[in-house]
């Protein structure tokens, strides 16, 4: 296995549950569009409260059971691959938070697959 260290640059998108881009998800639509860029890699984090410009709490609590809980997008990629897919998250996210900051990164590659495991593609794997 291979250890790679550097710079990077994390990109988190704030937006709601419910936000829909073409009749699915919008952070669907997000991760899709990132790995169609090529970007490393993406995550999307369902919250259990909290609360935007609107000032609603959206809480998972069974008491006042949110139908709208908050979500959080995080895609890091060197700073030259994450600004290039910007244009893109200005177009999907109308209302929401999107967070450009540094960080140090530490990725390990060169994974090892069994024999006849296949990857996300359902390639087999090299």
């Not at 979500?71 to 450009?100: H, K, N, Y």
Request: charged share 25%.
């Amino acid at each position: 296995m291979m250890r790679l260290t550097g710079s990077a640059l994390r990109v988190t998108v704030f937006i709601g549950e419910n936000d829909i881009w073409r009749h699915k998800p919008l952070y669907t639509e997000i991760v899709h569009r990132a790995r169609a860029a090529g970007l490393a890699g993406a995550s999307v984090f369902r919250g259990i409260e909290g609360f935007g410009a609107s000032s609603l709490i959206h809480t998972s609590r069974l008491l006042s059971l949110s139908e709208d809980l908050p979500v959080a997008i995080v895609i890091v990629d060197t700073e030259e691959r994450v600004r290039a897919f910007l244009p893109q998250l200005d177009e999907l996210v109308t209302e929401g938070l999107v967070i450009l900051d540094d960080c140090e990164v530490i990725r390990y590659t060169g994974r090892d697959t069994g024999p006849g495991e296949s990857d996300t593609e359902g390639k087999k794997a090299l």
